[in-house]
């Protein structure tokens, strides 16, 4: 490594940086920065210049939604489906202290273009896709509706509001109410009833006790939910072909769904989905923008979406960091100096994916970032849009079989985590 005058925040005695190409179009860089206090600061940057880069960048949870894995055991599973993974960094929020499903995500999930988790509405998210032309970072909204018509009848509701897909019954990562900013709410609240639960949250969960919720055969077996819950097994022709009080070993086969109704929805669900029973289940309705004004479709098996949050750099300025983006100027996850992953788009439209380290690394303690400082540093990359992903110990980068950064996690192992991103040979 050199030294180099060109430093990523200012305050550092000597900043070192070195890169190499992982394959055209696709290069791999380290910062080293020795602070005023003798500490080092660990960067990794992945850059993908999509002029010349013939691969393709994806989005994974693995081999389940409900379940968590490594980055690096996700880059390994597309090795093993012979796309040749190259890098790969962890994805965004999940919901690490649910049990019935502590790899949900926590917003807006898109792989191979399904949609695999709905959105924290309002959140900021992350768009890959087809090629880097389908590539943006924005706020984003989804909807989607159910009708169970029984044989021989009516449905008694008809265009149900399905309030989450593959994801805890009554626990909502990240909040979120309606579509838009004066969307229904649902009647979602938080715990301490401290914050909006209309607004995304980071990090924060909110609470429904009247929930339906959608699984998909991405989710796996659903384990065990207590309460008031009614589940019906629908089959690929969108047939109810089982009915059940619980939803302990209920699993969706290909093309199927399993419903899940809790409290007072689970009365609708006895009614209207008996066996025999039509299911209409439209795709979902999913739109971007600060109003939820511009639909989106995703066309292909290219796109992908990470959730995210907060939006560090828009237009090319920094923050602002609010109530509106899922934090406030006092918000837990702002001022700590903690390990960070964020993504970025530059003017000449190349991603940038980061990883910043914090708590160790080869020569010692190490200091992470503040989101203030993480917004600065991405701007100082050259990114004029990026949005904040999971950090802490969740905080991975992953190159061309090995990890290139020094997880944070309490274990001093690489974090089991809900989603990656993957840039692959194919």
């Known amino acids: 490594m050199s030294d180099t005058s060109d430093r990523l925040l200012g305050e550092t005695t000597n900043e070192r940086r070195a890169s190499c190409q992982v394959a055209p179009g696709l290069t791999f ?21 999509f002029a010349a880069f013939t691969g393709k960048i994806r989005a ?60 924290a509405n309002g959140e900021a998210a992350l ?13 984003v909204w989804s909807q989607s509706r159910i009708t169970f018509t029984p044989p021989g009848g009516s449905p008694s509701r008809p265009d149900h509001v399905v309030d989450g897909l ?23 609240s938080h715990p301490d009833n401290l914050i909006d639960a209309r607004m995304p949250q980071l990090g924060i969960h909110c609470l429904d006790s ?54 007072s929805h689970a009365a609708w669900l ?17 739109r971007r923008g600060a109003s939820a004004e511009t639909a989106v479709y995703f ?3 290219d796109d992908a979406v990470v959730n995210g949050g907060p939006w560090l750099v828009k237009n090319g300025a920094e923050g602002p960091f609010d109530f509106n983006s899922g934090t406030t100027p006092e ?36 200091h992470g970032l503040t989101m203030p400082q993480l917004a600065q540093a991405m701007k100082n990359l050259g990114a004029t849009e990026a949005v904040n992903l999971d950090g802490g110990g969740s905080s991975t980068m992953w190159v061309k079989g090995a990890l290139a950064n020094h997880p944070s996690d309490g274990t001093g192992e690489e974090r089991y985590v809900g989603n990656a991103i993957v840039v692959t040979a194919k």
Not at 169 to 186: L, S, V
Not at 349 to 363: I, Q
């Open 166 to 188: 593959n994801r805890e019954p009554g626990r909502i990562q990240g909040c979120g109410g309606g579509m838009g900013p004066a969307g229904e709410n649902d009647r979602n």
């Open 210 to 263: 009247d929930e339906t919720i959608v699984f998909t055969e991405d989710f796996g077996a659903l384990p065990f939910l207590p309460g008031t819950v009614r589940a019906v097994l629908v089959g690929a022709d969108r047939t109810v072909k089982q009915v059940s009080d619980t939803t302990s070993g209920l699993v969706a086969g290909p093309g199927e769904h399993v419903v899940v109704a809790t409290g």
């Open 127 to 139: 768009t890959l896709g087809n090629h880097g032309t389908n590539l943006w970072i924005d706020k």
């Open 331 to 366: 918000h837990a996850y702002l001022t700590p100096m903690n390990s960070r992953t964020a993504a970025g788009i530059t003017t000449d439209r190349k991603l940038l994916l980061v990883v910043v380290d914090k708590k160790s690394g080869p020569a010692g303690p190490a």
């Open 299 to 301: 066309n292909g098996t």
């Open 270 to 286: 006895q009614t209207d989905a008996v066996v025999g029973s039509q299911m209409s289940l439209p795709a979902a309705d999913v």
């Open 29 to 49: 860089t380290k910062i080293e920065s020795t602070l005023q206090d003798g500490q080092t600061r660990y960067v990794r940057v992945l850059s993908v210049d």
């Open 60 to 119: 994974t949870t693995g081999k389940t939604v409900k379940d968590r894995e490594r980055t690096s055991d996700m880059a390994g599973l597309m090795a093993s489906q012979g796309l040749e993974p190259l890098a790969a960094v962890n994805g965004g929020f999940f919901d690490i202290a649910s049990e019935f499903s502590p790899g949900a995500l926590g917003g807006l999930t898109v792989a191979d273009g399904k949609i695999l988790n709905s959105a």
